[in-house]
């Protein structure tokens, strides 16, 4: 990849190892490679800025987008292998996101603070939100990470975008006053 005029060096630099690791983890079918991309990924949005001046972990800016696209560009892949790749490494972003990112900054940046590949049996979560062994902070919880997976569910893909914009809202204000009302919950250290 020839140098980009709008990125900085640093982001150039995250640019060209990306492209190295998609090209590699296609050739090889490498799990290593996505998982290495995904953190690229993730250290390159923390590069950019969102409308609101924070680092772009919710991938909304231009000018992040325009660099994943350089990236996969100068990966030298076919569309088709791009794509697909692309919805694999995704899922490893989330990854992560949720594991770097505190449930109250998902919040803000109205991400899910749950995997939606992970599997789900139907009533499984919501026997652990009211089993008697989990303490209540846990059980805010929880609540809370079934309230967003019920929003993001294919059963709510029915509700149009406006009003599903609206119940994300709500549930990362939500979002914030459980992880205030945990933090009063929880037992203070010695």
Known sequence: MGAHPDLT??????????????????LRNSLDAKQELARV????????????????YAAKSQAYRSAVAALYEASGLSR?????????????????????????????????PQDRNAPRRKGADADRVTSASASLPDQ??????????LVDSPEAS?????TADKVRAVLADTAAAC???RTRLEPEGP
């Open 41 to 56: 990924l993730f250290e390159l949005r923390g590069t950019f800025q969102d409308e609101k001046g924070r680092p772009d």
């Open 158 to 162: 029915t509700l149009d975008a406006d």
């Open 80 to 112: 088709e292998d791009s794509k697909r790749l692309q919805g694999s490494v995704r899922h490893q972003v989330g990854i992560v996101l949720r594991r770097e990112l505190s449930t109250e900054q998902l919040a803000e940046y109205d991400l899910s």
């Open 179 to 181: 992880d205030r009302l």
């Open 9 to 26: 060096t640093r982001q150039a630099a995250l640019v060209r190892t990306g492209a190295d690791l998609a090209k590699t983890a296609v």
């Open 140 to 149: 805010v919880a929880q609540l809370h990470t079934l309230a967003t997976a």
